[in-house]
Structure formats: structure tokens, C-alpha cells
């Protein structure tokens, strides 16, 4: 039971480039999130998916993309990086909405 | 949305001493407000959570209250000890999303 897993753990990216950060959880959860932390801040929420099928938008969605392969994966993707996008991303997955969220390991993810 | 602002940013206190970081948020549809410690380099864990119906909640050394007129809810942790130095974040949950403080950074003092 790996819970939940993010690759790449580090990517270095120039102004304008795309990728994708995947995210994958084994424990049969229907909500999966997708988070950014900058330095001294919390997270705030990119994209959620309640089920799979679904994504809906979060704090900050501008300048991303989700999509809900499947029950187990949710994938982030910049279209063109931008230096704001500098940040730690992180991936979590929920059984229900009042349950333990758990969260994968992060994405150091460096636009220069 | 939401909006959960969290106090202090920073707080110091001597081993064995307590601790108490606060949060208020602003909608009162918030019905789940969860705690998350967080190590530097490491990914948040959950140390303990509340739901809406609930006041308080204690587990060992730490316990939660929740005054839901006032849309506050604290964090306590009894005798700390250097282990308890981190990042503390508190959430609240508000229809599926969560919204969290902007942390705590508790430093335990040997």
C-alpha cells in the first residue's frame, strides 16, 4: 500500500515550457486535490476532483489544467510555465469530505 | 470562499510549557476543520480534526476546541517537547474544498 504518490519529486522548467506532475493513490479514495505551497504560506487549492469524471476549480487555478484519469490518478498540467508558478506541489486524497486527508510526498517544481 | 487566518505566525515557548495557535474562519457552511503538522522538506500530516457537531476534541498532549458562534477554533499541546517544533497549519472544509491558515511555525526551546 503505497498511499499516495507524486512524480517527478524535483523539476527545473524555463519560462514558457509545458509538463505534467501525476499523482496516484491506492486507497480506493473519490476526492483527490492538487495544492501549491510557496515559501512561508500555506497550501492553497489548485483543482479538486470529487469523483472520478469530475474536476472543479479552487483558489488558484489560473495558468493549469487537471485531469481525472481514472479513480486512482489526477494530473496537473502547465500548459507554460511561468516564474510564478515557482512552488512546492502537492497531491492528496480523501475517502470523504470529513475523513483524513493524505497527502503525497510534494513536487519541488523551479521555473527560472 | 472561505477565508482561515491563523495566529501567531511564529510562537516560542520553553519544553514543557503549553502552547496555543488559533484560527478564525468565515463561513459558517465550514464543517470540518482538520490540524496538519508539517517538517521542513515533508508533507503535512494530520495530528487531529474536529467536525462541525463537535467542541472539543483531546488525544494525549493535544486537544482541539471549536466555538462555532464565534467561528474559532484553537489547538492546544500540553508539555511540549522539541519533537513538537514545526509548521502548524489549520484547514476548515467548506463544500468539498479546503482552505487553510498560513501556518505557525511552534518552536520548542530544550
Redesign the interface.
Known amino acids: 500500500n503505497a498511499g499516495v504518490t507524486q512524480t517527478p519529486k524535483f523539476q527545473v522548467l524555463k519560462t514558457g515550457q509545458s509538463m505534467t506532475l501525476q499523482c496516484a493513490q491506492d486507497m480506493n479514495h473519490n ?1 483527490m ?1 492538487w495544492y501549491r505551497q510557496d515559501p ?6 489548485i483543482y ?1 476532483s ?1 469523483s472520478e469524471g469530475t474536476t ?1 476549480k ?2 488558484v487555478p489560473n495558468g493549469y489544467n487537471v485531469s481525472r484519469l481514472n479513480k486512482r490518478e489526477f494530473s496537473l498540467r502547465l500548459e507554460s510555465a511561468a516564474p510564478s508558478q515557482t512552488s512546492v506541489y ?1 497531491c492528496a486524497s480523501i475517502f470523504r ?2 475523513g ?2 493524505y ?4 513536487t519541488r517544481l523551479t521555473v527560472t | ?1 472561505e477565508n ?1 487566518e ?1 495566529h501567531p505566525s511564529t510562537l516560542s515557548v520553553q519544553e514543557g510549557d503549553s502552547a496555543v495557535i488559533k484560527c478564525t474562519y468565515s463561513d459558517s457552511a465550514s ?2 476543520f ?1 490540524w496538519y503538522k508539517q517538517e521542513l522538506g515533508k ?4 495530528i487531529i ?1 474536529i ?1 462541525s457537531n463537535v467542541g472539543e476534541k483531546k488525544d494525549q498532549r493535544i486537544a482541539v476546541t471549536l466555538n462555532k458562534t464565534a467561528k474559532h477554533f484553537s489547538l492546544h499541546i500540553t508539555e511540549t517537547q522539541p519533537e513538537d517544533s514545526a509548521v502548524y ?1 489549520c ?1 476548515a ?1 467548506n463544500f ?8 505557525t511555525k511552534l518552536n520548542v526551546k530544550p
Open positions: 476526492s486535490y512561508g504560506m500555506g497550501l492553497r487549492l479538486y470529487a472543479d479552487g483558489e502537492f469530505t470529513d483524513e486527508q497527502f503525497g510526498p510534494g | 470562499g482561515v491563523q464543517n470540518y482538520p508533507r503535512p500530516q494530520l480534526d467536525r497549519f484547514a472544509n468539498n474544498k479546503f482552505y487553510f491558515g498560513s501556518g
